[in-house]
């Protein structure tokens, strides 16, 4: 730690190891805050996350994390309030960033007890009690962002979604919950819906089948699919004091998706 980064508001962010959580995570220390970049199974994609911060003159740190394991919760807390002590000086965070996940694609006849649960441990438990348990770090007039999904919004339903976007729905409902509860601290708790944005989820399905990404973009207002940064530069608004009169909301970002 030094003068520079001593005191630096600080934002966490899980899955922040590629695609839209490392696009988040370098925009939000872009606007000169302290970055803590999770993962699961990729530590050398957090650490290029991490180095790519690093090379921009930011400050960063990666810690491991299984969003499906909340028991877990209570010990990467102690882990994080020693990183923060150790690179910031503080004990704080200013904001917290639940993305981490995978991507749905699994049809209705298909679906299997393990399959869904997996998307509820992952997609609407893991990030409900990793807030709950953070909670006591985040500083008042802090900020949570959830990613959730177009997949949970009115309009175009796409086969193989139902069990994400029932996942990314209920995350959403939590955020306009979470939002009223916390206000008494001037906590805002916000969610952003991406539309198809190319990410490695799917087991980077846009390389794999690259035939669908036309079809997907003409249904866009703006002729493409998303890049990961379209997605980032949002959730950083979301995590700044230039959204403090935003809270409660689910904000899409997805070019127009389905307009």
């Known amino acids: 730690m030094n003068e520079n980064t001593k005191n ?134 802090g900020a949570i962002v959830n990613t959730s999904s177009s997949a949970a919004r009115p309009g175009e339903a796409e086969p193989g979604y139902s069990g994400y976007a029932a996942m990314k729905g209920g995350l959403v409902v939590a955020t306009r919950y979470l939002a009223k509860e916390l206000s008494g601290r001037s906590i805002r708790v916000n969610s952003v819906a991406p539309g198809p944005t190319r990410t490695r989820l799917g087991d980077n399905a846009f390389e794999r089948f690259p035939e669908v990404i036309d079809g997907l973009a003409a249904k866009t207002a703006f002729g493409r699919i998303g890049e990961s940064v379209d997605v980032g530069k949002v959730i950083a608004f979301l995590v700044t004091d230039d959204s403090a009169w935003i809270t409660g909301q689910d904000i899409e970002a997805s070019g127009g998706y389905g307009l």
């Open 8 to 141: 630096k508001k600080v934002v966490v962010i899980t899955g922040a190891s590629s695609g839209i959580g490392r696009a988040a995570a370098v925009e939000i220390a872009n606007r000169g805050m302290g970055v803590v970049v999770t993962y699961n199974a990729r530590p050398e994609g957090a650490e290029r996350t991490v180095a790519a911060i690093h090379e921009a003159g930011g400050d960063a740190v990666a810690l491991a994390l299984d969003i499906s394991r909340s028991d877990t919760f209570p010990a990467f807390r102690e882990r994080l309030e020693g990183a923060l002590e150790r690179e910031w000086g503080t004990t704080r965070i200013h904001a917290l960033v639940n993305n981490a996940g995978f991507g749905g694609g699994r049809g209705f006849e298909e679906m299997t007890d393990d399959a869904f649960d997996e998307y509820y441990r992952v997609l609407l438990r893991g990030p409900y009690f990793l807030t709950q348990a953070l909670l006591p770090l985040i500083e008042d007039g």
